[in-house]
Structure formats: C-alpha cells, structure tokens
C-alpha cells in the first residue's frame, strides 16, 4: 500500500517533442504528489508538486497532470530540451504516514538533439 | 550560501570501519532526513528528525545511528561497514510538514564506496 509505481524506466524524446512519465499510488491517504529531478551527480531537486484537491498543475513547460479516482499521476514535459535530460522521481507523502516520502523507482529521460 | 551541504562528497573504506557522514542546512528548516540511493537509483527513506527528535526510522540496520546535535546538524554513523553499504547517501530537509508542504530540499550527496 506503501508504494509508487513509476513508468517507463527509461525515455528519449526528440527535441521539442513531449516526455510523459507516469505513477501510480495505492494509498488514499497521500495528500502531496511532488516530483523530482536528478542530474548525474547531484541531489534530486523539487521540480513541481500537486494535492489531490487540483486535476492539473502548470509551472512553464512542466504539467502535472492528476486522476484521483484513478490514483495516478503524471508529469509532461512540453518542448522537451537536451537540457531537460535527468532522472524524474515522482513521490507521495501524507501527514498520517508520519511525513514519509514515498519515491518511485525513477525514470532516465533522454532528449535527443 | 549552500542550503544543504553535506561531507565528505566521497568516502571509501574497508569492510568493518565505522565512518560517519555530516549533515548541515541553513534553511532554518525543523525537520531532515537521510536517504539512501542504490546502484538502480532507487532512494528510499533511512530516518527523519524533527527538532531533534526521531521520527521516522525505517527497517536500516542499527549499525546505522543518526544524531541531530541541534536542528541545523543531522549526522550519520555507520559502524563495522559491509560491502552492501556501498550506496549515495542523501541528507535532506523541509520545514515543518504542517507548514510548507513538505518539499524537500537535498544535499548533494555522499559516495560511500566499501570495498
């Protein structure tokens, strides 16, 4: 009940196209859906959140898109960039689980110049 | 000015060393955390502090011991080493989680390498 599944594992997408990364929770009591961006040899930085009271969450080429019904959640990148290149970690959290992040396993996005 | 610095970057040792790994944020931040990320990137929760005070510690060995001195410091230690140790190791931290929302701001990271 504890988990994030995370899809795919891996990407490319041409430059300027659109990477669409999924997950997919079992616990209801998730209240906070952030995801995170990794480059090689750096800690995950935050890179948008959304609660589940919103069905979308817009910050400049980074959407979230959010099913609560359907428990899941997914992260699209417009235009993507060779700059956008990292490892995505998409997470659930909630004040009942004792503030515990749960990460998904991750996903390696390459964009291709 | 960095928000959360952690040392060493790097760190290799033999097999039943003790090594600690130090944590520090500037963020005036109540709560932090350790995590560890695999060889598959994988990052899963070790502990959690908040003003000093355990509140998360999840299934890790107790060979790994975390001390919060005050609210800025988080350390790590890690007694008699084992191969599987060998892993990045994450310091992190947020503010209150009935405040801000629990983002999470982490260091950049500890290479342990136990050969």
């Known amino acids: 009940q504890q988990q994030v599944k995370q899809s795919p594992q891996s990407l490319i997408v041409q430059k300027g196209g659109i990477s669409i990364i999924n997950c997919a929770y079992e616990n209801t009591a998730f209240d906070y859906f952030p995801w995170y961006q990794q480059f090689p040899g750096k800690g995950p930085a935050l890179l948008i959140a959304?609660?589940?009271?919103?069905s979308e969450k817009k910050e400049g080429r980074f959407t979230i898109s959010f099913n609560k019904s359907a428990k899941q959640f997914s992260l699209h990148i417009m235009d993507s960039q060779p700059g956008d290149s990292a490892t995505y970690f998409c997470?659930?959290?909630?004040?009942?689980?004792?503030?515990?992040?749960?990460f998904g396993a991750g996903t390696r996005l390459f964009v291709k110049a | 000015d960095t928000a959360v610095s952690q040392t060493p970057k790097y760190l290799v040792t033999q097999m039943g060393n003790d090594k600690s790994i130090k944590c520090e944020q500037n963020?005036?931040?109540?709560?932090m955390y350790w995590y560890k990320q695999d060889s598959k990137k994988f990052l899963k929760i070790m502990f959690s502090y908040n003003n000093k005070e355990l509140i998360i510690n999840e299934t890790v060995p107790n060979r790994f011991s975390p001390k919060s001195p005050d609210k800025a410091h988080l350390n790590l230690h890690i007694n008699s080493l084992e191969l599987g140790d060998s892993a990045v190791y994450f310091c992190a931290s947020s503010q209150d989680p009935q405040g801000a929302g629990y983002e999470q701001y982490f260091g950049p990271g500890t290479r342990l390498t136990v050969t």
């Open positions: 959304i609660r589940p009271d919103v």
């Open positions: 997470a659930a959290s909630s004040k009942t689980g004792g503030f515990k992040t749960i």
């Open positions: 963020l005036g931040h109540d709560t």
